[in-house]
């Protein structure tokens, strides 16, 4: 029964074959018909939804309509409105009543001659579907207020990346300009094909994918994104993606600052080193020369003179003579440990020799020693940084490794300058290894870094430890 048909057509009168159908209809439609006389007295009323504001069918039969509602107010909706259907108006009006709502519209009763004799009332309870209509909003809302305050971009896009949505646009870009556009076209072109592969994976595996690109915000200055890409669901199948960018910029500089900060500290490391090793070389000259000259040039003076002594000085002057031959031993020691002349007299393999000997016999351990017939010469700069680490795993081995003996192999392949020291101590443990406090270690990398070389040192418990160093030679040799 279409409510299209003209006013009062499935009314009037009451046929019982229209009866039948007009009792399923009402039974079974959320609704409420009614008609009124002139006064506004119910002549008539049915429905499924009666039930839901407690009504009988029929109940209502001869109250009017103030009555019911408890009110005269001329401009209490329902009366309002009946008074217009009475006035040859077709009105329709959304009405709250005993918690229901109710989508209403009325219409003149016209009786058989044409002339309105009342008003006839259609009324369908829609509240669930207002309910639903409501929870949509309100999770709407919900999400638009998620998506506005969330820091960085929130896009839409098909597979291909094309913007179908977006929260925000960079300052100078406009919203519908935007939309359609591709999002690949916001990044620098070298990241493109990461998003590409991204956008694929996410929309043909359904996975959410990570990554970070670097993107052109505004015409004269670019960002870092962190983006996480996946897939929109619709109807169980991926409908488009769903990409969310923030700027990290940030975090970006503040790392390439820190690596910056660290390589400077590398650098100024390496050149107090340098500095230092200089400045040991000339003391070290310094002393050999001038003081260990002046004090020989002394002792021969005092030798000449000490024949014309009375002889009872002859004993001071050879106690004097004595303290002056252990000063200038003293001398040349001090000199030679502050820089080793055969270092730089003799080279590498001489040093490396001399020291070995040195350390032999100071502490009295056995020290092997595998070295090539032939001079291997690295250049000055890696010489002295190779001899100061040697020394320094020497000086372990004596303070720490508690060893019988040790093997030391010096070895120059076509690529690379290599020096093992391996002890049978007690072997260094694996906190010793990674404590960040264990500067000598630290100090044998740092020495070995500017020639691109490294450092590995291995310890087993009670069989020693080996200290491995490489030294990269030829062209893949890196410049100080
Ligand atoms: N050959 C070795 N055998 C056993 N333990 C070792 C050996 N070499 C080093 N270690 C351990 O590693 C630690 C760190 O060595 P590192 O050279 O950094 O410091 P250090 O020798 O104690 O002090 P310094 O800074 O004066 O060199 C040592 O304290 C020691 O415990
Ligand atoms: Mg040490």
Known sequence: ???????????????????????????????????????????????????????????????????????????????????????????????????????????????????????????????????????????????????????????????????????????????????????????????????????????????????????????????WYRSRVGPLYRNGKISSLILVSTDISENKRAEVALKGSFERMRQLAARLQSVREEERQRISLEIHDRLGQALTGLKLDLSSMAPGAGRENRPRFKSILQSLDDTIRAVRKISTELRPAVLDSLGLKAAIEWQAREFQTRTKTTVRLKIPARDIDPGPDQSVALFRIFQEILTNVARHAEARSVQVDLNRAPRELRLTVADNGRGITKKALSDPASLGLLGMRERALPFGGTVDIEGQRGRGTKVTVRLPQGSSRREP
Do not use: C
């Open 1 to 223: 029964l279409p409510i299209s048909s003209p006013p009062g057509a499935f009314l009037s009168p009451p046929q019982p074959k229209d009866e039948t159908l007009l009792r399923l209809l009402a039974d079974q439609a959320p609704a409420i018909i009614w008609t009124t006389d002139r006064e506004l007295r119910f002549t008539f009323s049915m429905g499924s939804a009666l039930k839901n504001i407690g009504v009988a069918p029929n109940q209502l039969m001869g109250m009017s309509l103030a009555e019911y509602f408890r009110t005269q107010d001329p401009d209490f909706p329902p009366i309002l409105h009946h008074r217009r259907a009475l006035t040859g108006e077709k009105t329709s009006y959304e009405f709250n009543w005993q918690n229901r709502i109710f989508h209403t519209r009325v219409e003149p009763f016209l009786g058989p001659d044409g002339k309105i004799i009342g008003t006839l009332g259609l009324a369908l309870d829609i509240t669930e579907r207002k309910r639903a209509e409501a929870e949509l909003q309100e999770s709407e809302r919900r999400w638009k207020a998620i998506v506005s305050q969330a820091p960085g971009f929130v896009t839409i896009m098909d597979e291909e990346g094309r913007i179908l949505y977006i929260n925000r646009v960079s300052p100078g870009y406009v919203m519908e300009d935007v939309i359609g556009t591709s999002t690949l076209d916001f990044l620098l072109p070298s990241y493109r094909p990461i998003a590409r592969r991204a956008y694929r994976k996410a929309f043909q595996k359904g996975e959410i994918v990570t990554y970070d690109v670097e993107g052109q915000i505004t015409k004269d200055r670019t960002a």
